[in-house]
């Protein structure tokens, strides 16, 4: 197994990979819409792979996706000391690769990633419920930040 920055060739693969993790956000977010399938999750992955400040780190074995994850950089308000922060999102592996360390090696990827572009000011957004990510996110160093709070009126 590897880990590697994806391209645009890998469009396709990554792309069916997106559509199972949304799948998966959409059980544990009642707030998704799983028709963005559909309309608008492979025209944002085009984009991305696109752009110079979002990379995507991919865990392949035989040409097969194991797992994948997202980051990007953006520009913090001035009353912040760091000028940019980088933002990793999406970490997502197949259930039967799981518990094989591949998340650890995705985000090793991603923070790698940041680092050779200078950014030492990451982020990552995690659903509450989900205490297995925070676990992985707690080894490599990130810390409690902000806590989120939602309404919904019914």
């Given at each position: 197994?590897?880990?590697?920055?994806?391209?645009?060739k890998?469009f396709?693969?990554?792309?069916?990979?997106?559509?199972?993790?949304?799948?998966?956000?959409?059980?544990?977010d009642?707030?998704?819409?799983?028709?963005?399938?559909?309309?608008?999750?492979?025209?944002?992955?085009?984009?991305?792979?696109?752009q110079?400040?979002?990379?995507?780190f991919?865990?392949e074995?035989?040409?097969?996706?194991?797992?994948?994850?997202?980051?990007?950089?953006?520009?913090?308000?001035?009353s912040?000391?760091?000028?940019?922060?980088?933002?990793?999102?999406?970490l997502?592996v197949?259930?039967?690769?799981?518990?094989?360390?591949i998340s650890t090696?995705?985000?090793?990827?991603?923070?790698?990633?940041?680092?050779?572009k200078?950014?030492?000011d990451?982020?990552?957004?995690?659903?509450?419920?989900?205490?297995k990510?925070?676990?992985?996110?707690?080894?490599k160093?990130?810390?409690?930040y902000?806590i989120?709070?939602?309404r919904?009126?019914?």
């Amino acid at each position: 197994m590897r880990i590697r920055k994806a391209t645009k060739k890998d469009f396709f693969k990554l792309n069916e990979m997106k559509k199972e993790f949304f799948l998966w956000e959409c059980e544990i977010d009642d707030r998704l819409d799983p028709n963005y399938i559909n309309n608008g999750l492979g025209s944002r992955l085009s984009r991305n792979l696109n752009q110079s400040n979002v990379a995507f780190f991919v865990a392949e074995e035989k040409e097969n996706f194991l797992g994948f994850v997202g980051v990007d950089i953006s520009k913090l308000p001035g009353s912040f000391k760091a000028k940019k922060q980088g933002h990793l999102f999406n970490l997502y592996v197949r259930k039967k690769y799981r518990n094989n360390r591949i998340s650890t090696q995705l985000i090793r990827a991603a923070m790698e990633w940041l680092d050779k572009k200078g950014i030492n000011d990451q982020i990552i957004k995690v659903h509450f419920s989900d205490n297995k990510a925070h676990k992985i996110y707690r080894k490599k160093g990130f810390k409690n930040y902000l806590i989120e709070l939602q309404r919904k009126d019914n």
